[in-house]
């Protein structure tokens, strides 16, 4: 089954919602209208009660019946009444009925009570039409003093009248509920107008125009913040598809290097017989470009988890003393092959996942001791704020220029041509770094001149990093 179109389903939910306010409507309109009408019908026929009452006290009843017997006829004045005179408990003196209603058998009101509304019974008959009456006794000049009144009449005009108000509160309803449909359709269809363009040109967004973006001149209030998250979801994904083809250029050059090396010594080694010595040197090249290709795929491999949202860390409270400890050890033999001194400043506890901690800071540090002048000091210092720890590195050496701090910490991406000069460079060290700190909500910043060069990493409070691990976890 086809789902109904948003327009469709809109023009459906307004013309019901207008049938039912008019049937509503219709409805309270016809029920005022039919008190009214029985309201006035009830209080005609206690007016003509009393006015046949107002008759007989002044004139004599059976002069009145020889004399005037078209009177009381006339006083009906329709064809559907009913009006009887009679003494109590005798034969009628006087019985006008031209409609053949039957005549209706109860209690007389008092001779000197006042009728009220509540004075009138109301009945249906067998054809479903209404009939009011009321009687009551009046006081004559003569013996026996007193005369029974009944009257009564049959609403046939009131009865037809209601049906055509119902034929029209009906009629007025389908004919609002049509039109509503209608011009609901037809509104709601111009409304969404901006939907349909903005649909068109999402659709004419392919691989090819990724630098195109929607315009919000013509766009509505309400779809501006919309637009808004498309066009900056369309920057992500060109920077991110920018990215993904540099990776794919870098990647594919950074390892052609090495198995480009590994042929060709393998080509040589193969033309001709060679001895023990040529082939351990060869197997022992072999190694070193093969640990090279190990630690480059090792770090595409996690890049690649880092960057899923849900890899979750374990932070716990580290010492900045023991961590900064642990790396001036492990690094001290390459350091002091360069003629470096390693100082580091700590200050305190930081929140941080102990394994990724050391390798960010492993990887800063082997950076710092590959491109540090020789006889210099490189320094790390921990540093508490309110709201983390900022642990920097500090080396002198070779500036970097402006233009390439910004990019430095992307995938494969080298600041110098005498940077990538380096055997063990991958250009994803910084990159790792970056992802690292992705994880812990933190922050990343390098600066460099006067030959001092300084990347900081700031780690939030534990509370703020617990609370990010738990969203990219989806833990609630």
């Not at 009444?81 to 008092?110: D, E, H, R």
């Not at 491999?301 to 409270?317: K, M």
């Not at 005498?418 to 994880?439: E, P």
């Amino acid at each position: 089954m086809k789902t109904p179109s948003l327009t469709t389903r809109l023009a459906l939910v307004l013309s019901v919602l207008v049938m039912l306010v008019m049937a509503a409507v219709g409805y309270a309109l016809y029920r005022t209208l039919e008190q009214q009408l029985i309201i006035r019908d009830d209080g005609a026929l206690i007016t003509r009660v009393e006015q046949i009452r107002t008759l007989l006290l002044n004139e004599d009843v059976m002069t009145l019946i020889h004399e005037k017997p078209g009177l009381f006829a006339n006083m009906l004045g329709n064809t559907e009444s009913l009006l009887v005179v009679q003494f109590p408990g005798q034969a009628p003196l006087i019985a006008v009925n031209p409609g053949g209603s039957p005549i209706p058998q109860i209690n007389p009101a008092a001779a000197d009570t006042p009728l009220t509304l509540s004075a009138v019974h109301h009945a249906i008959t067998t054809r479903g039409i209404p009939f009011i009456s009321a009687s009551a006794l009046a006081k004559i000049a003569s013996a026996p003093y007193v005369v029974k009144i009944t009257t009564g009449r049959l609403m046939t005009e009131r009865t037809r009248t209601m049906a055509m108000y119902r034929r029209q509160i009906i009629l007025v309803a389908a004919v609002a509920t049509c039109l509503t449909a209608i011009l609901a359709w037809w509104l709601t269809r111009k409304g969404l107008a901006p939907l349909r363009r903005l649909a068109d040109e999402t659709a004419s967004i392919d691989i090819r125009l990724l630098s195109r973006r929607i315009g919000l001149d013509r766009a509505p209030p309400e779809l501006r913040e919309l637009i808004a998250a498309f066009n900056a979801m369309l920057d992500r994904l060109e920077t991110n598809f920018h990215q993904l083809s540099q990776v794919s250029a870098d990647m594919a050059h950074d390892l052609r290097t090495p198995i480009g090396i590994l042929l060709g010594q393998t080509e040589v080694a193969m033309g001709q017989k060679r001895g023990n010595d040529y082939y351990e040197a060869l197997l022992g090249s072999h190694f070193e470009e093969l640990q090279r290709l190990s630690k480059m795929i090792d770090n595409m491999l996690f890049l690649a988890r880092a960057e899923d949202a849900a890899h979750a860390i374990q932070p716990a409270e580290l010492s900045t003393a023991s961590e900064f400890q642990r790396l001036v050890d492990y690094f001290e033999g390459p350091a002091e092959e360069r003629g470096l001194t390693l100082i580091f400043e700590q200050n305190g506890s930081i929140w941080a996942d102990p394994d990724l901690l050391r390798r960010a800071l492993a990887n800063l540090l082997a950076n710092a001791v590959r491109y540090a002048d020789p006889g210099t000091a490189i320094t790390l210092q921990a540093e508490r704020q309110p709201a983390g720890t900022a642990i920097s590195v500090e080396n002198i050496g070779p500036d970097i220029a402006p233009e390439h701090l910004e990019r430095i910490f992307d995938r494969f991406y080298r600041a110098d041509a005498a940077r990538a000069t380096h055997s063990q460079a991958s250009g994803l060290g910084l990159s790792i770094v970056r992802s690292i700190m992705a994880l812990h909500q933190g922050r990343w910043h390098a600066q460099s001149g006067n030959r001092h060069t300084r990347f900081t990493l700031f780690f939030p409070a534990g509370h703020r990093i617990l609370s990010g691990v738990t969203a990219q976890s989806g833990v609630g």
